[in-house]
């Protein structure tokens, strides 16, 4: 008779910080990718084409699926941040939102659409040269017209006053994997960017705690205790001072909270009901959100299984009538940061297109962040 010791197996070493970069840019490009093939489908459409379940991967999709402007714009921030952080370890200060406008107008360049000659000149850099970010996939109408206005818009002034378009939240990811600085300074640099081509409270607010959540995902933070972080944010000071939380966007994202700890998974039609379809800011977080703590498997299959846990979340970011892509994207971004690369399935990875410029733009922040 053995007298072995009987084990069971231990949870998952946390992934490197650099896994987490690699892990929340490709993950928040293959959702972006599955959600783009269905962005402007109703869920009606949606099984009738693939099926009750909906899409669920890129099998049906006959190779595979663009991404769209949400990784462009997710790629462009990660340029901008890295210019600013160059500059930092040089020695010399920069304005990272400056760097970030900047970045946003070459992007702007790709999309056919003048860059109004009162904005600077800034010479192309190593994103710049790659064809396949200079495709025009359905950006959002507040970013162009922000920044095809020449102003690099501000708290105090900005432009689309009234917009709150989820074309913040799905670009803000990047924000939260600079390791080494403050939460203040994180949601600050996430809602001052955001006001580069929205000015409304919500979009401001909701891009500042998606980074947050990314945030705490870097320090070690579980998902449901980095969601409730990032929102409890909102009433500890890190707003400007005279602006207060946006209702709706407290009233979005703690009902996501509520409903993912209640019980089953919502079917599609009562998840647009209570959370919205997501296109604006606060809804496509709360679906992402939602889409991400429902389907987290309990302990101990947490730690054994992040592609299942990835598969499912992504399934319902994906399938409602709504802002398909943009929902998929951010949950992709919470999860591969959580995970690192092991959540990603391979046979995705393999359909996802162009993933060296998005490894490389990686490996680029990786290097200057130290990881």
Not at 47 to 63: A, E, H, I, K, V
Not at 94 to 119: G, I, K
Not at 140 to 158: S, Y
Request: aromatic content about 6%; some cysteine; hydrophobic content about 45%.
């Amino acid at each position: 008779m053995s007298t072995e010791p009987v084990t069971t197996p231990g949870p998952s070493p946390a992934p490197s910080h650099a896994s987490r970069i690699h892990g929340c840019l490709l993950g928040g490009a293959l959702g972006d990718s599955l959600g783009y093939a269905v962005e402007f489908d109703d869920i009606s459409a949606i099984r009738g084409r693939f099926g009750p379940d909906g899409l669920l991967d890129f099998s049906p999709l006959d190779g595979g699926s663009h991404f769209s402007d949400d990784t462009q714009l997710t790629l462009y921030t990660v340029d901008g941040l890295l210019e600013a952080l160059e500059w930092a370890n040089s020695g010399v200060g920069a304005d990272t939102n400056a760097c970030l406008w900047l970045a946003y107008l070459r992007w702007l360049a790709t999309q056919d659409v003048p860059v109004p000659e009162a904005a600077p000149f800034q010479p192309p850099r190593w994103i710049d040269s790659h064809v396949v970010l200079k495709h025009r996939r359905a950006p959002g109408n507040a970013c162009l017209t922000g920044l095809a206005t020449g102003e690099m818009g501000t708290f105090f002034r900005p432009v689309n006053p009234d917009s709150k378009g989820c074309g913040t939240v799905m670009r803000s990811a990047p924000f939260g994997l600079i390791p080494y600085i403050a939460a203040e300074a994180i949601y600050k640099l996430s809602a001052d960017a955001a006001s580069l081509t929205h000015g409304h409270p919500a979009a401001r607010q909701s891009a500042g705690i998606f980074s947050l959540v990314i945030h705490a995902l870097t320090a070690g933070q579980g998902l449901r205790e980095a969601a409730d972080y990032a929102l409890g944010q909102l009433d500890a000071g890190h707003l400007r001072k005279g602006e207060e939380p946006d209702p709706d966007v407290v009233a979005r994202l703690e009902s996501a909270l509520r409903l993912s700890a209640a019980g089953p998974v919502l079917e599609p039609e009562d998840l647009v009901r209570e959370l919205g379809e997501g296109w604006v800011a606060e809804e496509a977080l709360a679906v992402a959100l939602y889409a991400v703590l429902a389907t987290e498997p309990g302990p101990p299959a947490a730690a054994g299984h992040p592609q299942a846990h990835f598969r499912a979340a992504i399934a319902v970011a994906v399938n409602h009538s709504g802002d398909s892509d943009s929902t998929a994207s951010i949950a992709g971004n919470i999860l591969g940061t959580f995970y690192g690369e092991d959540c990603l399935p391979a046979s995705w990875l393999a359909a996802l297109e162009a993933p060296e410029v998005i490894r490389g733009m990686a490996s680029q922040l990786a290097a200057v962040t130290g990881a």
